[in-house]
């Protein structure tokens, strides 16, 4: 017999869409395709209020500003007393500080006994006040990779409520994206050899190491040229002229998406922070183009070197520069890349990614005593 469906009431305070936003969208839409009752709480200027609705998802306008945001609260506390949901899942801290604030004033099994946060971030073992707020017996956690989940215990979580669920991508969509009839910005018209990357918002120094590694690489290949799906700040435009290499650097603006990146590209550099998240990686491994990436415990616990992606240690500037030339010039080298990365990438599909979601509010929740699906009159 199969489990019955569950009613989730979903959290995200982010206005812009991003990967976070994107995994809560293929969540959302995998959860509805299989029967299960959902309903998005989240900002209404938001991409993500914006995108659910069009794609069908019922959404319920919240401003999560903080736990101090009364009205977010005393909604919330309405909603899931009113529409009797099983859990309640927060997909950033912000949302989550709503969540807890609401428990004051509600003694729903959802926000009580039931409250998921999606964690993404590596931690050190925090203080002791920190330790307090991830010690709570009401919470289970829900980890985007092994480093994250043993960051958590270290912070005070209980290992016995953590799930680690990998991020998801659309791995048929982008490839079907990132095969234009068009090259937008005319490199490959013009026989350049492009070295991708994606710039992340607040993460502008991490450019930065790419950006003189390339310097070395297009001192040995004059024809190389980077697309960086972003825009340039003023400090990344200076940086470039210092380097030398202001006209070989192309900065697409604001993109939905890279995936047109991702086409243009004949190799995908991923320099990341030790973060708890590699879904850029993933998007480029799935779009099937080589990667160059860093050793940080984000990307070792997805990548191989050599099989699946060339991986170079952090802040090695001319062994990222190397590496780039080794795929570049070496077409075979690129085929086994991409075709190792094919593999990966499926082992990340958006549907392993929903299903194990749905194993972590079984394992973890108490979903057995929850109350039927059927909102009050």
Known sequence: MSARPTASLHLN???????????????????????????LCCPRTSALFRRAGAAGIPCAALTLRSSLDFPSIVRLARLVRDERF??????????????RAARGMSGERALTANLFLTHHELADGGTAGARVHYDDPGVHYIASCKPVRDGLVQRGADAARIAVVPDG??????????RPSTDPWGLRARGLRIVGTVLRSGKEKNLMPLLEAFAFLHRRLPDTHVLVAGKASPALERGCRDLGIGAAVTFTGVLDDAASVHAAAHVFAYLSDPEGTATTLLEAMAAGTPVVTTAVPSVLGIVRHGTSALVVPPRDNQALAQALELVLAQPELAARLVHGAATVAEQHSVERMVDATLGAYRSLGQLEAARPDSPRP
């Not at 991508?169 to 990132?178: G, H, K, S």
């Open 86 to 99: 099983d859990l309640v899942h927060a997909h950033d801290s912000q949302s989550h500080h709503v969540a």
């Open 169 to 178: 991508v659309d791995v048929p969509a982008l490839r079907l994206a990132t």
């Open 13 to 39: 305070a982010g206005r812009e869409f991003r990967a976070t936003q994107r995994r809560v969208l293929y969540l959302l839409q995998g959860l509805a395709a299989r029967g299960h009752r959902v309903l």
